[in-house]
Structure formats: structure tokens, C-alpha cells
Nanobody
Framework: QVQLVESGGGLVQAGGSLRLSCAASARQFSSYPMGWFRQAPGKEREFVGVIGTRGRTTYYADSVKGRFTISRDNAKNTVYLQMNSLKPVDTAVYFC?????????????????WGQGTQVTVSS
């Protein structure tokens, strides 16, 4: 299995920025597109964005487009989520995940390996 560990969450004021990291301790990290998802209390886990295996393509949910940027460094087995212009609605636990099924990038079932999540809280 692919082991993933997120870090970088915390408390920020609206309009602030955070960068989340997701480190893979398993092999073949570069073989997988990597996605970011988030889940607020009482809500379903939702798609944030995804990055291709070589970091050349990205796709984002409309809710974060223009504010969030995903990047990856395969040499470091790490994927990042840069979050700018944060809003209170962005408050959630953020997860990284490895995509193992071809098809829609925003479908949770296409991701088989998940990190433990890191809390992001945005205050007004």
C-alpha cells in the first residue's frame, strides 16, 4: 500500500495562506496522480484538486480555482497544496490521496490510498 502523511494545517485568519504537504513513505509515488480532498464536520468529503504524475497537469474544483495550487516533487515523494486567500468555508480536514483508477479525477472511489488528514481552520 501507499503510505501518505499530511502536514502543515493550522489556524489562519481569512485572507491568509497555508501550504500543506503530503509525504509518501511508500514506493512508486511517481506512478500515481495525487489528489487533495477536504471534509468539513457533518459534510461529505469533497474534491479539491488533482495533479498528474509528472506535475504537468492540474485540475481544481471551482470552489478553489485561482486560490489553491497543487504541485509535486517526485524526487522528494511529496505533493503540496498551496492555499491562498483562505475563507472560513475552507475550514475542513484536508486529505491527500493516490489515484489508482482511470477516469474522473473528482470521484473519491478512484483513490485507494489516503493520508490521515490535517486540520485547516480559517477564522473570520
Amino acid at each position: 500500500q501507499v503510505q501518505l502523511v499530511e502536514s502543515g494545517g493550522g489556524l489562519v485568519q481569512a485572507g491568509g495562506s497555508l501550504r500543506l504537504s503530503c509525504a509518501a513513505s511508500a514506493r512508486q509515488f511517481s506512478s500515481y496522480p495525487m489528489g487533495w480532498f477536504r471534509q468539513a464536520p457533518g459534510k461529505e468529503r469533497e474534491f479539491v484538486g488533482v495533479i498528474g504524475t509528472r506535475g504537468r497537469t492540474t485540475y481544481y474544483a471551482d470552489s478553489v480555482k485561482g486560490r489553491f495550487t497543487i504541485s509535486r516533487d517526485n524526487a522528494k515523494n511529496t505533493v503540496y497544496l498551496q492555499m491562498n486567500s483562505l475563507k472560513p468555508v475552507d475550514t475542513a480536514v484536508y486529505f491527500c490521496a493516490a489515484k489508482v483508477v482511470s477516469g474522473s479525477d473528482d470521484y473519491l472511489a478512484h483513490y485507494s490510498y489516503w493520508g490521515q488528514g490535517t486540520q485547516v481552520t480559517v477564522s473570520s
